[in-house]
C-alpha cells in the first residue's frame, strides 16, 4: 500500500476558500508591511556596516564577563550571545562612526581583551560602510529583476493575467516571509537575499504548475466555468504540490536541524518561505485569475493558433 | 517517449557514468589520489574560504590620498621649473583640494610660464584606444595669472590602473614572501583589490602586511635648529619635520627631498646587533644606489641621516665612516617578528599608494571544518528522508526516481568537480535544497501518470502521455527557478554565488535525469516485465 498525502479525486472548493484566504493573506500581508517599516528588520553586518566575530573559548564561556569587559571598550551597541554551544559566543558590535578605518580598530580592540585567555577566533567578518551600502542596493535589485525577469517569462509562456497572478503570489510570499524576519527578528544578511530568491523560485516553480494544468484545462473543457474549472485544476494538481512540498520540506529540515549554526536563519526562512509559497500556489494563485478577469475563450483562442501541433498530438 | 535508439541509451549511460567518475576523487584523500593511474580523473572539488577556512580582504586603493600626495610631489616640481633660470615670480603656490596652483606675479610672462609648465601635464600612454595620448593633468591658465593643474578624468583613471597593477604586483610579492600558498589577488572594479588566501589562520597579521605602504626614504637630517624648534617656527624652505616611531614621538628636522629611497634597495634580511641581541634589518643597495650611498657617506661623516618608513623615522643613525659596501643596517627596537616584517616589507617594495580595508571575512579552519562535516551530515540524513519517502509514495517508482536522484547528485558533484565551482556552504545548502526538489520533477511526472491511468489508458500509454505532457510543465517551473539563480549569481559575491551556482547546475542535472535517466529506467522496466497494472 503506497502512501498517498492527497486522496484521489479531491473536490475541494478552492475558490470558495478565498473567501478566507484573500482576508488572511490582506492581513498578514499588512501586517508584515506594517512591521517592516514601524519594527524594522534586524539587518546583519552585510547591510549596516559593523563587526561580528565568533570564538570559542576553553569550556563553558561567561557571558556576562565577556559582556561587561567588552562594555569598557567604548565600541556602542555590542550583542553577545551563545553560538551552537556554551563554547561558542558570537560578539556583534555595531558600525563605528569615522569610517572604513574606524571599522578595523575594533577586530584588535577585541583580541586584546581575549590576548590572555585561550579563545580560538573562528570568524571574523567585518563590513565597513561603502560595501555595505552596495550590497543593500544589489540586494534590492537583485529581488526586483528577477521579479520582473520572470514575470515577461510567464508573460511571454502564458497570457498576461496569469504573469500578474503569479507575481502577486510571489510578491506574497516575499512580504510575508519579510515579516517572518520582522517578527523573529532574524539576522537580515546576504543569505537571507538568497533565501528570499530561493523562495521566490519555489514559489513560482508551483505556482506554475498549477497554472500550466489551468491553461490546459481552458482548452480542454471549454464550457466549464471558470470557477469550476480552476477548482478542479488545483484539485488535481494537489496531490504533486504537497507531494513535492513534503520532500523539499524534509530536506531543508534536515539541513536546519544538522547543517549548523551558520546556515540555520538562511535555512529557517527557506523552511517558512515554502511553506507559505505552497499555501499561496493552492489558495491565492488561481483565484487571482478570477479577480483579473482571465476569460477562457479568450485564452483558448489565441493558443489554438499557437499551439495547434503539440496540442493536437497530445490528445489525439 | 519510452523508446530508445542505442545511441541514446550509450549516451545517457555515459554522461552518468562520467558524473560519477568525476565525482569519485571527492572521496579519497590528495596523497591516494597520487597512486592513481594518469588516466583517472583526479580533479577535486574547490572549497569556499567559509568550508576550509581563510581570509577573504576586499581594499581599496585610497584615490584622495594618493592625489594628494601626487599633488604635493607636482607642487615641489613646479616650484623647481619656475625658479630656472630666468626665474619667473610667482605666489600662492600649493595644493589646493584636488588641485596644485601657483599665480604667476608678472602677467607679462604668463605665456612664458605656460609653456615652461606645460611638460608637467605628464602626457601617457594610454593602450585603451591606442591613438590620442591622454595627459595626467589639464593645465588651465587664467588671464589673471593663475595657473592650475587638475587630474584630468582620463589621466586619473589611467593611473588608477597602474597603480591597482602595480599595488597587485607588490602584494603578490609580499605573501609570496610570507609563504601563504595558493593566494588569489585579483582587481575589482576600477580601483579596488581583492586578496583571498586560502587556510590562513592568522588575518591580522596577513592585513599587517598587506595594508602597510612600506615607502622607505633615506634623509639627511638638517641641523640648522632641532626638530622642536622647527615645529615652533616654519622650517627653513626645504626641510620637512617628521616625527619618530618613539613612544612619545620625537620630532627631526629633514631635508625634503630623499637621497635615497626603497627601491634602490635589492636585498634585506634579519639579524641580530651583536652588541645587544636585538634584532635588525640588514639591507643591500642596488648599484647606483650603493655607488650614490658611498658618496653621501663620504661627504657627510658625523652628521646624521634619517632612515624614514611611511612619514615616520625609524632611527637617525650618525655617520661614523664613509660606507662603500652598499650595506647597512636599520636598527629600532624591533621585536623578532616586528624585524622580520620590515625585511619581507622591504623585500617586496613599497605600495604605489595607501590601501583601505573595505570588507574583511576569515574564518577559521576550526569553523570551516565543522562546516563540513555539519554539510555532510545533514546531507547525507535530507537524501535518506527523501529516498525513503519517495518509496513509500511510489513504490516501484520511488526506486526509479531514486536512482535518478543518486545519478543527480553525482552529476551536480562531477559537474562542479569539471568546471572548478566553488563549493560554499550556501553551496551546500542548494545541493540539498536540490534533493528535495529534484524529485518534484518525477513527482510531476509519476502523479501524471497516475491521473492518465485513471483516465483510462493503458500502462504504457499512460506512462507515454505522463511523460510528455510533463515536459511543459517542468522545463516552465525550472526555468523560472533558473532565472533567478542567474541573478543571484550575478548579485552574489563568494557564499552566495556558490549557491546560486549550485542552484543553476542542479536545475540542468534534475530535468536530465527526470528525462533521461529516470525514463531510461522505466523503459527497460517496462521492456522486462510488460506490465497489466500500474505499480503506482
Redesign the interface.
Known amino acids: 500500500m503506497?502512501?498517498?498525502?492527497v486522496p484521489?479525486?479531491t473536490h475541494i472548493k478552492f475558490m470558495w476558500l478565498r473567501k478566507v484566504s484573500f482576508p488572511l493573506s490582506i492581513v498578514l500581508v499588512i501586517a508584515s508591511l506594517v512591521g517592516f517599516f514601524t519594527v524594522g528588520m534586524n539587518y546583519g553586518i552585510d547591510f549596516k556596516g559593523g563587526t561580528i566575530i565568533?570564538i570559542?573559548t576553553d569550556g563553558p564561556a561567561d557571558i556576562g564577563a565577556i559582556r561587561s569587559e567588552l562594555g569598557t571598550l567604548n565600541l556602542g551597541d555590542v550583542q553577545v550571545q551563545e553560538f551552537g554551544g556554551s563554547d561558542d559566543i558570537l560578539i556583534r558590535v555595531e558600525e563605528q562612526p569615522g569610517g572604513?578605518?574606524a571599522?578595523?580598530s575594533v577586530?584588535?580592540r577585541i583580541?586584546t581583551i581575549f590576548e590572555d585567555d585561550n579563545v580560538?577566533?573562528?570568524?571574523?567578518?567585518?563590513?565597513?560602510p561603502?560595501?555595505s551600502g552596495e550590497?543593500a542596493q544589489?540586494?534590492a535589485?537583485?529581488v526586483g529583476?528577477?521579479l520582473l525577469?520572470?514575470l515577461f517569462?510567464?508573460w511571454f509562456?502564458f497570457e498576461w493575467q496569469f504573469a500578474v497572478g503569479a507575481i502577486l503570489t510571489t510578491a506574497n510570499d516575499v512580504i510575508i516571509t519579510i515579516g517572518l524576519f520582522v517578527l523573529l527578528q532574524l539576522d537580515f544578511s546576504?543569505?537571507s537575499?538568497?533565501a528570499v530568491?530561493?523562495i521566490?523560485?519555489?514559489s513560482?516553480?508551483?505556482t506554475?504548475?498549477v497554472y500550466?494544468?489551468i491553461r490546459?484545462n481552458l482548452r480542454k473543457y471549454k464550457k466549464k466555468s471558470l470557477t469550476e474549472l480552476l477548482d478542479q485544476s488545483i484539485n488535481?494538481?494537489l496531490?504533486?504540490t504537497t507531494?513535492?512540498s513534503?520532500?523539499?520540506?524534509?530536506?531543508?529540515i534536515?539541513?536546519y536541524?544538522?547543517?549548523?549554526e551558520?546556515?540555520q536563519s538562511?535555512?529557517l526562512a527557506?523552511i517558512f518561505g515554502i511553506v507559505i509559497g505552497t499555501y499561496s500556489s493552492i489558495f491565492l494563485a488561481a483565484p487571482f485569475l478570477i479577480l483579473l478577469n482571465l476569460r477562457a475563450d479568450a485564452l483558448s483562442s489565441k493558443d489554438d493558433d499557437e499551439e495547434k501541433g503539440?496540442n493536437a498530438k497530445?490528445t489525439a | 517517449m519510452l523508446h530508445f535508439a542505442r545511441w541514446k541509451i550509450a549516451l545517457i549511460v555515459l554522461v552518468v557514468a562520467a558524473g560519477f567518475l568525476m565525482t569519485l576523487p571527492n572521496f579519497f584523500s590528495a596523497k591516494q589520489l597520487e597512486s592513481w593511474p594518469d588516466f583517472l580523473p583526479k580533479n577535486q572539488m574547490v572549497l569556499g574560504l567559509d568550508l576550509q577556512g581563510g581570509a577573504y580582504l576586499l581594499y581599496e586603493v585610497d584615490k584622495d590620498d594618493y592625489v594628494e600626495k601626487r599633488m604635493q610631489g607636482l607642487v615641489s616640481d613646479i616650484r623647481t621649473t619656475l625658479r630656472e633660470d630666468p626665474r619667473i615670480g610667482y605666489t600662492g603656490l600649493g595644493v589646493q583640494g584636488e588641485s596644485a596652483q601657483v599665480r604667476i606675479r608678472d602677467l607679462t610672462r604668463l605665456d612664458e610660464a605656460e609653456e615652461r609648465l606645460q611638460p608637467l601635464v605628464n602626457p601617457l600612454v594610454s593602450n585603451l584606444f591606442g591613438g590620442q595620448p591622454v595627459n595626467e593633468f589639464d593645465l588651465i591658465v587664467n588671464d589673471d595669472g593663475l595657473v592650475r593643474f587638475t587630474y584630468s578624468e582620463e589621466g586619473l583613471d589611467n593611473r588608477l590602473t597602474y597603480i591597482v597593477q602595480q599595488a597587485i604586483e607588490v602584494i603578490r610579492n609580499r605573501l609570496d614572501e610570507l609563504g601563504t600558498t595558493e593566494p588569489n589577488i585579483q582587481r575589482q572594479g576600477t580601483d579596488r583589490i581583492l586578496v583571498e588566501a586560502p587556510g590562513e589562520g592568522d588575518p591580522e597579521r596577513l592585513k599587517d602586511i598587506i595594508g602597510e605602504t612600506a615607502q622607505l626614504t633615506f634623509h639627511m637630517v638638517d641641523q640648522s635648529m632641532s626638530g622642536e624648534q622647527a615645529l615652533q617656527a616654519r622650517p627653513p624652505v626645504g626641510t620637512v619635520v617628521k616625527m619618530s616611531v618613539d613612544d612619545p614621538p620625537f620630532p627631526y628636522l629633514l631635508e625634503e627631498a630623499p637621497l635615497l629611497s626603497g627601491e634602490d634597495l635589492v636585498d634585506a634580511q634579519v639579524s641580530f646587533d651583536q652588541r645587544n641581541n636585538e634584532p635588525v634589518v640588514n639591507f643591500r643597495f642596488n648599484q647606483s644606489g650603493a655607488r650614490k650611498f658611498a658618496l653621501i657617506t663620504q661627504q657627510n661623516v658625523n652628521r646624521p641621516f634619517a632612515i624614514v618608513l611611511d612619514d615616520e623615522v625609524i632611527s637617525a643613525p650618525v655617520i661614523r665612516e664613509p660606507i662603500t659596501g652598499g650595506s647597512g643596517q636599520i636598527s629600532g627596537n624591533f621585536t623578532v617578528e616586528g624585524a622580520n616584517d620590515l625585511a619581507i616589507l622591504l623585500r617586496a617594495g613599497a605600495l604605489p599608494a595607501k590601501l583601505t580595508v573595505l570588507e574583511e571575512r576569515s574564518i577559521g579552519p576550526g569553523l570551516g571544518a565543522d562546516s563540513i562535516e555539519a554539510g555532510k551530515l545533514a546531507s547525507i540524513i535530507a537524501g535518506t528522508a527523501v529516498i525513503v519517502f519517495m518509496i513509500l509514495a511510489y513504490g516501484r517508482f520511488g526506486i526509479i526516481a531514486d536512482l535518478a536522484l543518486m545519478s543527480n547528485i553525482f552529476l551536480i558533484f562531477g559537474a562542479l568537480t569539471v568546471l572548478q565551482a566553488t563549493l560554499t556552504l550556501p553551496g551546500i545548502a542548494g545541493i540539498v535544497l536540490t534533493i528535495g526538489m529534484a524529485v518534484d520533477a518525477n513527482v510531476l511526472i509519476f502523479e501524471r501518470i497516475r491521473e492518465e491511468s485513471r483516465a483510462g489508458r493503458s500502462v504504457i500509454s499512460a506512462i507515454d502521455a505522463g511523460y510528455s505532457r510533463a515536459l511543459g510543465t517542468i522545463l516552465d517551473a525550472n526555468i523560472t527557478t533558473l532565472i533567478a539563480a542567474v541573478i543571484l549569481f550575478q548579485l552574489g559575491s563568494g557564499p552566495v554565488r556558490g549557491f546560486a551556482v549550485t542552484l543553476a547546475i542542479g536545475i540542468f542535472t534534475t530535468v536530465f535525469s527526470a528525462f533521461t535517466f529516470s525514463r531510461l529506467l522505466v523503459a527497460i522496466w517496462i521492456r522486462r516485465r510488460r506490465p497489466s497494472k500500474l505499480p503506482i
Open positions: 503506497l502512501l498517498r498525502l484521489d479525486n565568533e570559542k572604513e578605518l571599522q578595523q577586530v584588535s583580541r580560538d577566533f573562528r570568524r571574523v567578518e567585518v563590513v565597513g561603502r560595501v550590497l544589489a540586494g535589485i537583485a529583476a528577477s525577469a520572470i517569462y510567464i509562456r546576504l543569505s537575499i538568497a530568491l530561493t521566490i523560485g519555489y513560482l516553480n508551483d506554475v504548475v500550466d494544468r490546459e488535481e494538481t496531490s504533486r507531494m513535492t513534503v520532500t523539499t520540506l524534509l530536506a531543508l534536515a539541513l536541524v544538522f547543517g549548523g551558520v546556515i538562511f535555512t527557506m503539440p497530445a
